[in-house]
């Protein structure tokens, strides 16, 4: 799900916190070194995600934020903010030349340079998140 998010509304932080859960504390975000990657440049997406992005002149910025249930992409286009909202169960994340994430039916790929090489510890630290909420729900292990 896509909010609008230039405003804060005490609405959607709701939907946000029962669909993701509630940001990290203080203290749990210095432990882990930060929740929120560097500011990175969407180079593609998919084509029900064009009217949150800028035109094709502009560069579109966006930055993930972790949360305990899933993860927060914050889209910043213009002077308006979008946060595409996606539990860690409705996560895939791509990497080859390019990487991307994709989710409830949308994606979107992110430009390979220096702010996106700098992110690649969060990147990293983001797929234990994935993989630790993933071990909870592991139905192939019969014991």
Not at 100 to 129: C, M, N, P, V, W
Not at 135 to 142: G, H, M, P, R, V
Request: charged residues 25%; aromatic residues 16%.
């Amino acid at each position: 799900m896509i909010l609008e998010t230039s405003h804060n509304n005490k609405d959607i932080s709701l939907l946000i916190n029962d669909v993701v859960g509630k940001p990290f504390s203080f203290i749990k975000t210095i432990k882990l070194k930060g929740t929120v990657s560097k500011r990175m440049i969407i180079e593609e997406s998919s084509a029900n995600m064009k009217d949150y992005l800028n035109s094709t002149f502009d560069a579109t910025y966006a930055n993930i934020e972790l949360r305990p249930l899933g993860i927060l992409v914050r889209i910043i286009k213009g002077f308006s903010n979008f946060t595409w909202v996606i539990p860690y169960y409705q996560l895939v994340m791509y990497k080859g030349d390019y990487s991307s994430l994709y989710a409830q039916g949308r994606f979107i790929r992110f430009r390979k340079d220096e702010t996106f090489k700098s992110s690649k510890s969060f990147l990293h630290k983001l797929l234990k998140y994935k993989a630790r909420y993933e071990s909870k729900y592991d139905f192939l292990n019969f014991k």
